[in-house]
């Protein structure tokens, strides 16, 4: 287990970013998300997209949706577009961003 209190291994390199849960001072804590990188904005955000099934009950089948979710991306964490990553709910550090990446795989 890392300092951040996850089951995630922390990145090899440093940062000095206060937000970043394991070299700085941000806690996590509730829902952890998997999903993929759709865009990486210039002030170390991301923005992730989540494939849902919902239950259409009337006609007992499934329906995709789909859903985005805004989170910030520590220097230390290395990710580009396509990357499988795993966001960890944080307190909120802007309007639309609640979430912290704490992990990135490559494209599956």
């Given at each position: 287990?890392?300092?951040?209190?996850?089951?995630?291994?922390?990145?090899?390199?440093?940062?000095?970013?206060?937000?970043?849960?394991?070299?700085?001072?941000?806690?996590?804590?509730?829902?952890t998300?998997?999903?993929?990188?759709?865009?990486?904005?210039?002030?170390?955000?991301?923005?992730?997209?989540?494939?849902?099934l919902?239950?259409?009950?009337?006609?007992?089948?499934?329906?995709?949706?789909?859903?985005?979710?805004?989170?910030?991306?520590?220097?230390?964490?290395?990710?580009?577009?396509?990357?499988?990553?795993?966001?960890?709910?944080?307190?909120?550090?802007?309007?639309?961003?609640s979430?912290?990446?704490?992990?990135?795989?490559?494209?599956?």
């Amino acid at each position: 287990m890392s300092s951040a209190g996850l089951e995630v291994a922390a990145p090899k390199r440093g940062c000095e970013d206060s937000r970043c849960p394991f070299h700085g001072h941000l806690k996590v804590r509730g829902k952890t998300l998997v999903g993929t990188i759709v865009s990486i904005s210039d002030k170390q955000t991301v923005v992730i997209q989540r494939a849902l099934l919902q239950k259409v009950q009337k006609y007992n089948r499934y329906e995709r949706r789909r859903s985005k979710v805004h989170a910030h991306l520590p220097p230390c964490v290395e990710a580009k577009e396509g990357d499988v990553a795993t966001i960890a709910e944080c307190r909120p550090l802007a309007k639309t961003v609640s979430f912290v990446v704490v992990q990135t795989r490559g494209a599956d």
